[in-house]
């Protein structure tokens, strides 16, 4: 029999959720409303005329290769910073689960760099990968291995994934640590005296165990991804080279505040909007079920 | 004359109290900081101090993508600065926008203040000069592609330093023996397509885009595509296959691999003399940007970079009146003389310039006024004016993309430049229709 708490009346149920919906409606829902209705028009920059062209901005969009080239560059960009981010921030919250002594300076270490703004985070990996200074690519060169994001596409992206998914390990490592925290010692307890070993007792029970956090970070890390990410972009290749690392939101980002086009910009943000909406959806309904809470 | 001055300082004096009260305000917001935004403040501050009627109030706001944002959505919420500076890639923009902008040679007629448009380098006005002559905004920083030379480099690849590198078929061979000599970075550049194409295009004659490169019209399509252009390219592509030209990125990354004199050549503003005299622990001296011998009008006369200050529309009569009073004392010879020295940038009147080569400035700091000679040499052609295109700060990030291309091998210069031109004229298209 589940127990319910009820509140007698409307008026406090209203107020006390108030605020969440003045803020989902202000900054959620006002804008995403005006950035559909400015896809329709291409505007002038400074907002004196505007002039309705219907989906023009969408077909205008979607008849440029470069753009629809945005869409491979982008999934192969958000798989890589989702699993990049999450099994790293898995395999320390494991090993800094184990640890009986010193885990909460650990604990402090890791979670630092999510302390990093996402821009800082780029200038702080560009210049390791610098390809003159950098010490990591001076490393490489001795090694007799040629680093040159400037013009390699495949190493621009590999950089702008570590860079991007770096400070996101701090954030996932949090909830797995919580999350780890919370599997019942005695379960464990039963599995080691039954004779199973880390891995298998790591397998069976704890991973399953995980698996709303799990579930609930690949949403997440797939959302930033998407939306977050283009502050890294921005300072280390500016999308390039050619257009290798040049993904949605970068896109988005470029035209609208480096271009000002606002009409082609907004288009962009409803197009984001709609994958990212079908991706949430898809998640929730394949990969929920696999999840036990 | 002194008498004047002492008289002036007599009546600063008494009326300051009053006049302190009634001090307009004018709003300037700029790009710079640093050294430049240091020297910036002195100006307003000069000025501030030299008169009493208006206060001029300058704020920084960010780089000049950001500055010219921030004009933007203050100029929506209604908020605007009076004086807005705006680099040169956003001035067909700030062309477009009629309701925003108060053209300067109105601002400069309706204040009464000093000015005269025939005063100004006819090259560096230019860019910002409706196809009615009118001056529509007070030039401010700009500079020009030169080319800087790394002596000890030269020497130590058993090349004469004082080698004629005039043009690029004289480089092309330079580079062979630079190669040969040792060096793993003969060439370098800092902003490719400001140098390589739309420089490269005027100092040929040949145009970068059509109707004038912009200027008679918002129907101009791109003509980057054209022999001259690809020519080049193609040579550059060559020299980035055989290890001859290096590529460091989109912006001046390539300074800083001059500067610390691991390269020989590179082509770079005019405006970099600052930082190379103060880094550079090589001897070094500045040319003329290459040429290709017989092809177009070469040498014709190179375009400028940096930017101008604009005037915004929506303010009272009397804050004009201020604004115009700022922008005449800018362009005033001393101060501009004194921007010229400090900063590299060029002189933007005649006389400045003039002033400068009176001081001796150019006997003691060598090449500094190569830049200027290189941009008034010749009266400037259609081709040579300068450019107007909308969206082009998206456009040259396009040309970088396809540059890039030219530079990895993965494309011919004409494939990449016929690319660049389909994908840049679809934003002209766009921009058009914006501001139909």
Redesign the interface.
Known sequence: MEKRVTFRGWRLPLLLIAPQVVISLVFFFYPAAQAIWQSFF????????S?F?GFGNFT?LFS?P?YRAAFGTTAVFSILVTLCSMIPALFLAVVADRLIKGSGVYRTMLIWPYAVAPAVAGVLWLFMFN???GVVSWYLGTLGYDWNH???GGEAMGLVVVASSWGRISYNFLFFFAALQAVPKSVIEAAAIDGARFWRRFWTIVLPLLSPTTFFLLVVNVVYSFFETFGVIHTIT??????STTVLVYKVF??G?????L??SSAQSVILLFVVGLLTIIQFKFVEKRVHY | MKKSILGALAAATFLSPVAAMAETEVQFWHAFTGRLGELVKEQVADFNANQSDYKVVESHKGNYSETLNAGIAAFRAQEQPHILMVFEVGTATMMAAAGAIKPMHEVMADSGAAFDPGAYIGSVKGYYTSTDGDMLSLPFNASTPVLWVNRDAMQAAGIDPDTDLSTWQNVDAVLDQLKAGGEECPLVTAWQSWIHLENFSAYHDVPFATKDNGFAGLDTELALNGPAQVAHLTAMGEWAKEGKFIYTGRRNEGGANFRAGECALFTESSAGYAGIKSEAEFAFDVRPLPYWEGVGNAPQNTIIGGASLWVMEGHEADEYKGAGEFLSFLSSSKIQAKWHQDTGYLPITAEAGEATRIAGFYEENVGTDIAVIQMTAKEPTANSKGLRLGSFDQIRGIIDEELEGIWSGDKTAQEAMDSAKTRGDALLRRFEAANR
């Open positions: 291409i505007p002038d920059p400074f907002g004196l005329s002039r062209v205008f440029d470069f390809t003159r200074v400037v013009l390699n500016g999308g390039g080279p050619q257009q470029a035209d505040f480096v271009g000002q086009d009409g082609s």
